[in-house]
């Protein structure tokens, strides 16, 4: 009997029952409280962000189909271009020039996905390689964060918020200064280092209730999206909850030795992109690690850098840097903490 004309195909031989786009759009519904949030607490320039970035991404996605000679239709509309530029524009301050995520998404699309091989074979987070990028190239841009609406005198409306953001014009009765502030993060470290103990730094009013005032309700948002994931089983625990524990962890150490100079773990835990980070960007299937233990080492090296960052590194933030540095880590975790094959001998 001839055999050479039998089909053969490798693993897996059961078909996962969810797609790629089923996985990107359950991310992105679940990302939705967040910036709902986002947009009431902090103003429009948060969906003006996200509009655009969304927009250059298709367009850079599509410009790298037809080069690379690909499927459009399969790969276009299968929400990763889209959810990259989402991530990115939630990285970046709400008021922005447009070019800033239009340059972010150029990076994320054409560098950090399609010249590594595209979906699948990129090293690095798209989205945190970018931001990355456009914090060491723009620093300006991207340390001026919009107040809260409720401490601030005037605020700007959609269509003054689209304004600056295509031209950088603002009412004439109206200060740059006036709408924005330093984050919390940024803030105590700032102060820290001018002298100043936490005691006297939190009557600021730039504290809320356990963190920044407006981003602690924007990250509880972002919690309740991150564990629907989990309940939905689009993302495993280890992750979360092993970069939680890592930064709450050594936040604890710290307050007990210094209390004077570190802030207690729920300013560090809703503080910054830390519960974003922890729930849709380290937990990418294509950058992180994919074993157990692997995933638990992996969230716990991005909770203690992120800390280390935002303690002594030159940033007020350290999330972006974090993930892309326990990047490079992954084959060799995955390589060491691979579990045994069923039948395998010791």
Not at 246 to 254: D, K, P, Q, T, V
């Amino acid at each position: 009997m001839d055999n050479t004309n039998i089909p053969v195909s490798s693993s897996p031989f059961i078909p996962s029952s969810v797609s790629v786009a089923q996985i990107m759009r359950t991310v992105i519904y679940a990302l939705i409280p967040g910036i709902v949030i986002y947009i009431g607490l902090f103003g429009w320039g948060v969906m003006i962000n996200i509009v655009i970035a969304s927009v250059s991404a298709l367009v850079f996605e599509w410009l790298m189909l037809l080069l690379r000679n690909r499927p459009v239709r399969v790969f276009l509309f299968d929400g990763s271009a889209v959810l990259t530029a989402i991530l990115l524009a939630l990285a970046i301050p709400p008021a922005v020039p447009w070019w800033i995520p239009v340059v972010g998404c150029f990076f994320a699309i054409v560098v950090a996905k399609h010249l590594y091989g595209g979906l699948g074979y990129n090293t690095f987070n798209p989205a945190m390689a970018a931001y990355a990028i456009l914090l060491i190239s723009f620093p300006r841009e991207l340390s001026l964060w919009n107040a809260p609406l409720d401490q601030v005198k005037q605020s700007l409306g959609f269509i003054q918020s689209l304004q600056f953001s295509l031209f950088h014009t603002l009412p004439a009765t109206l200060q740059y200064d006036s709408i924005t502030s330093a984050t919390l993060l940024d803030h105590v470290r700032t102060e820290v280092g001018l002298g100043k103990t936490i005691d006297v730094i939190s009557r600021s009013p730039i504290f809320g209730y356990v963190s920044g005032a407006g981003y602690e309700w924007v990250n509880a948002g972002f919690l309740i999206g991150g564990l629907w994931l989990i309940y939905r089983k689009i993302i495993s625990w280890h992750i979360p909850v092993a970069m939680l524990v890592g930064i709450a962890l050594i936040s604890s150490i710290s307050l007990m030795f210094n209390p004077g100079i570190f802030t207690n773990p729920l300013v560090q835990l809703f503080g910054g992109a830390s519960i974003l980070g922890a729930f849709f960007i380290a937990t990418d299937p294509i950058t992180a690690s994919t074993t157990p233990l692997g995933r638990i080492i992996y969230g716990l090296g991005i909770g203690l850098i992120t800390f280390s960052i935002r303690s002594w590194g030159g940033y007020p933030d350290g999330v972006a840097f974090a993930v892309l540095l326990m990047g490079l880590t992954v084959p060799l975790l995955d390589h060491y903490t691979a579990p045994k094959v069923y039948g395998a001998r010791a």
